[in-house]
Antibody
Framework: QVQLVESGGGVVQPGGSLRLSCAAS????????MHWVRQAPGKGLEWVAF????????YYADSVKGRFTISRDNSKSTLYLQMNSLRPEDTAVYYC??????????WGQGTLVTVSS | QSALTQPASVSGSPGQSITISCTGT?????????VSWYQQRPGKAPKLMIY???NRPSGVSDRFSGSKSGNTASLTISGLQAEDEADYYC??????????FGGGTKLTVL
C-alpha cells in the first residue's frame, strides 16, 4: 500500500533553515508528481509546492517563492523541501502528497515545523 | 494565488442533506474540471472524497457527490451521519499549473 512518511520537522529560529524529507513506498515514485502542503495551527490547508515526476518542472506558492526549494531523488524514492529564511508565519504541519493528475490521492501524516525565537 | 471561498461552517441533522460551496475564478474552478474535495478529521491527514469535480474514489460513500457551475463547485452530503462531522476543503488546479485550496468548512452534525 502507498506510504508517505515525512521527517525533518522541528524548532528553528527566524531566518534559519530546515530540510524536510518524505520517504515514499508502495508505488512507482518516479512516475508521479509530488506536492508539499502545509497547515498552520488551527488554520486551513495551503498548497506550497509541486514537482513533476522527473523533476523537470517545479511550481511554488507566492508565499514561499525564492525561499523554499522542492526537489526529489527518484533513486531513493524521496521528496525534499529545503526551507530557507524561515519566518514565524511558516510555522505549520507540512504534508507531502502524491499527485494523481490533478488531485492529491495520498497524503503523509505530516511533520511539524515551528519557527520561533 | 487567492484562496477559494468556502463558508466557514455548515450544519445539519442526521439524515438531512447539506451542500458546501467553493467559489473561485475562471483561472481555477471555472477554467478546469479539476476540482477535488478533502475531508479532514482533527489531528489527521486530509482524505480525498471527490476528484475531477464529481468522481468518487473507491471506498468513499455514495452519499458524497460533487458538481460545478461556472466558477462555483459544490460538495453535497446526503443522509448525514455523525461520522461525517469534520472539516472539508476544496482544491483546484490553476491556469498557472499551481494548486489552490479553499479556506475550509467545518461541518457540524447536530
Amino acid at each position: 500500500q502507498v506510504q508517505l512518511v515525512e521527517s525533518g520537522g522541528g524548532v528553528v529560529q527566524p531566518g534559519g533553515s530546515l530540510r524536510l524529507s518524505c520517504a515514499a513506498s508502495g508505488f512507482t515514485f518516479s512516475s508521479y508528481g509530488m506536492h508539499w502542503v502545509r497547515q498552520a495551527p488551527g488554520k486551513g490547508l495551503e498548497w506550497v509546492a509541486f514537482i513533476r515526476y522527473d523533476g523537470s518542472n517545479k511550481y511554488y506558492a507566492d508565499s514561499v517563492k525564492g525561499r523554499f526549494t522542492i526537489s526529489r531523488d527518484n533513486s531513493k524514492s524521496t521528496l525534499y523541501l529545503q526551507m530557507n529564511s524561515l519566518r514565524p508565519e511558516d510555522t505549520a504541519v507540512y504534508y507531502c502528497a502524491k499527485e494523481y493528475p490533478y488531485y492529491f490521492d495520498y497524503w503523509g501524516q505530516g511533520t511539524l515545523v515551528t519557527v520561533s525565537s | 494565488q487567492s484562496a477559494l471561498t468556502q463558508p466557514a461552517s455548515v450544519s445539519g441533522s442526521p439524515g438531512q442533506s447539506i451542500t458546501i460551496s467553493c467559489t473561485g475564478t475562471s483561472s481555477d474552478v471555472g477554467g478546469h474540471n479539476y476540482v477535488s474535495w478533502y475531508q479532514q478529521r482533527p489531528g489527521k491527514a486530509p482524505k480525498l472524497m471527490i476528484y475531477d469535480v464529481s468522481n468518487r474514489p473507491s471506498g468513499v460513500s455514495d452519499r458524497f457527490s460533487g458538481s460545478k457551475s461556472g466558477n462555483t463547485a459544490s460538495l453535497t452530503i446526503s443522509g448525514l451521519q455523525a461520522e461525517d462531522e469534520a472539516d472539508y476543503y476544496c482544491s483546484s488546479y490553476t491556469s498557472s499549473s499551481t494548486r489552490v485550496f479553499g479556506g475550509g468548512t467545518k461541518l457540524t452534525v447536530l
